[in-house]
């Protein structure tokens, strides 16, 4: 006969437990789904300052047991900042705009479920890199269907990328119709035609930022505005 300790019961116990939230994580996908996609801006780079990151989450980005995060590895866990630590590799990664969204859409809406956010975001890409075929837009698809495989429903793209494209003028002008092409790929490409695909305007960039900020507000969809964002 084995006899426990009382110490021994409670790591015994703990031990359960932590084993049990594993469990039922893994076995309970996202119902409700929202693409992280863009740049460094949407991948995170709050609180970060001489290459270090200072662990500060505002009040709005505090997880919830109901908001989990894809990670590269293409498994479900609780979300919490830094979302992109392990997308955006090689880079630092603080808070980004995805958990205050989650928890905003959370708190409006009632009945949602567990939410689910899939990272896609790598800081300094220009709107080339997103191309379809590209590795980044092929690993966005990737993860996208993935996420959805055991049910839950992707609802909406965020979108928020353009500073490397505001250097020249020529870039500039040309990106208008490669975000309209590379939204009208990834509806195709998802198989959901109307797919909403929401953008965050430029507030700021390089010489040319206020040619991509006109069009991205020149493009016909649901959208939002960095300006006065703090």
Same mark, same amino acid.
């Given at each position: 006969m084995v006899v426990l300790s009382s110490n021994m019961f409670k790591s015994v116990s703990l031990f359960s437990m932590l084993l049990l939230a594993r469990s039922i994580l893994g076995h309970n996908p996202a119902q409700v789904v929202f693409i992280l996609a863009g740049q460094s801006n949407m991948a995170g780079r709050g609180g970060v300052a001489s290459g270090k990151w200072d662990g500060s989450v505002p009040? #709005?980005? #505090?997880? /919830?047991?109901?908001?989990?995060?894809?990670? *590269? /590895? +293409?498994?479900?866990?609780?979300?919490?900042?830094?979302? $992109?630590?392990?997308?955006?590799?090689?880079?630092?990664?603080?808070? &980004?705009?995805g958990m205050a969204f989650a928890n905003e859409i959370r708190t409006r809406g009632s009945g949602i479920g567990v939410? &689910?956010?899939?990272?896609? *975001?790598? &800081?300094?890409?220009?709107? /080339?890199?997103?191309?379809? &075929?590209? $590795? +980044?837009? /092929? #690993?966005?698809?990737?993860?996208?269907n993935e996420s959805v495989k055991d049910g839950g429903a992707i609802r909406a793209i965020l979108w928020y990328q353009g500073e490397s494209d505001t250097g020249t003028k020529g870039n500039a002008e040309a990106y208008k119709g490669k975000l309209e092409k590379l939204i009208q790929d990834l509806r195709s490409d998802l198989n959901l035609p109307s797919l909403p695909f929401i953008q965050v305007a430029l507030a700021s960039g390089e010489a040319f930022v206020e040619i991509v900020r006109k069009a991205q507000m020149e493009i016909n969809l649901l959208r939002g505005s960095a300006h006065g964002l703090a």
């Open positions: 009040p #709005q980005c #505090q997880p /919830n047991p109901s908001i989990l995060r894809l990670t *590269a /590895n +293409l498994t479900w866990e609780e979300a919490r900042d830094p979302l $992109h630590d392990d997308i955006d590799v090689g880079r630092i990664c603080g808070v &980004g705009p939410l &689910g956010l899939v990272p896609c *975001a790598v &800081g300094g890409t220009a709107i /080339n890199k997103w191309a379809r &075929g590209s $590795h +980044l837009y /092929n #690993q966005l698809v990737t993860r996208a």
